[in-house]
């Protein structure tokens, strides 16, 4: 377990278009900054900057929809485009109302517009673009971390975070969607508690806990803040990514 937990933002990241290599991006921020990185550091990244450079752009003139998307896009208020897109990058649609629509992702997670987004994003107001999720952010997460490690000699934890709307609660948090290099979900099953007693069902969503941490830094807005170094967490090293935070749908009493 950490004793204690240092966040930096790494200060002047520039703006990223598509194509561009965000691990020598990184490289030259850190540069700047007189930021050495360390083994086992943690380098969360803003899923929009991951999207950018994986040019995970889509204008909607280009997207024509479906009937199922017209039909859905009325009952929801929303543009049957981005509708479209909606449907196209789910498995399932979980809930609806006029304003939401709340799917569960093709990586599996369950969030509002199968997180496409236009904040943040320079777009046309003729022909509006907005920005999907990476195609795979696991692997995404993977493909930085080696990049890194190839050009730095260090051994990172990569983490990719988002931020979503949460049941019960008002407010967006962040959480992980994919992550390299250490184990996402701790499992303290059989461990014991202060008085002896073993845990039963005790599983600590690492990933998330530091995505919402880096959040924080990062902000929603104007902040300009889409990396943030997280140092002193204590991880395991795992090859798993952030899939073992998905809730099975058989154990998911809300769905």
Not at 189 to 215: N, Y
Request: proline fraction near 5%; charged fraction near 25%; glycine fraction near 8%.
């Amino acid at each position: 377990m950490s004793s204690s937990l240092n966040l930096t933002v790494l200060p002047g990241f520039p703006l990223v278009e598509p194509g561009d290599d965000l691990a020598a991006l990184i490289v030259e921020c850190c540069e700047r900054a007189d930021i050495v990185l360390q083994d086992g550091d943690v380098l969360a990244l803003a899923q929009k900057i991951v999207s950018k450079a994986e040019n995970r752009y889509v204008w909607f003139n280009e997207v024509e929809p479906s009937e199922e998307a017209i039909a859905l896009a009325e009952k929801t208020d929303k543009d049957p485009r981005q509708v479209e897109l909606i449907l196209r990058e789910s498995k399932e649609v979980v809930r609806h109302r006029p304003g939401a629509i709340i799917v569960e992702h093709r990586e599996g997670y369950v969030h509002a517009n199968a997180g496409i987004d236009a904040s943040n994003i320079h777009s046309d107001p003729d022909n509006p673009r907005v920005l999907l999720l990476p195609e795979d952010s696991n692997a995404s997460a993977r493909t930085l971390r080696d990049a890194l490690r190839e050009r730095l000699g260090v051994t990172l934890n990569i983490l990719i975070n988002d931020s979503a709307g949460r049941a019960w609660r008002n407010g967006t948090c962040g959480f992980a969607l994919g992550s390299a290099g250490f184990e996402a979900l701790v499992s303290r099953i059989g461990d014991k508690d202060l008085f002896g007693r073993p845990l039963e069902i005790t599983q600590i969503g690492v990933a998330d806990e530091l995505a919402a941490a880096a959040s924080f830094l990062m902000g929603q807005a104007d902040e300009g803040a889409p990396v943030v170094l997280i140092r002193g967490a204590q991880l395991r090293a795992s090859e798993q990514g952030c899939e073992t935070l998905i809730r099975p749908k058989a154990q998911d009493m809300f769905r």
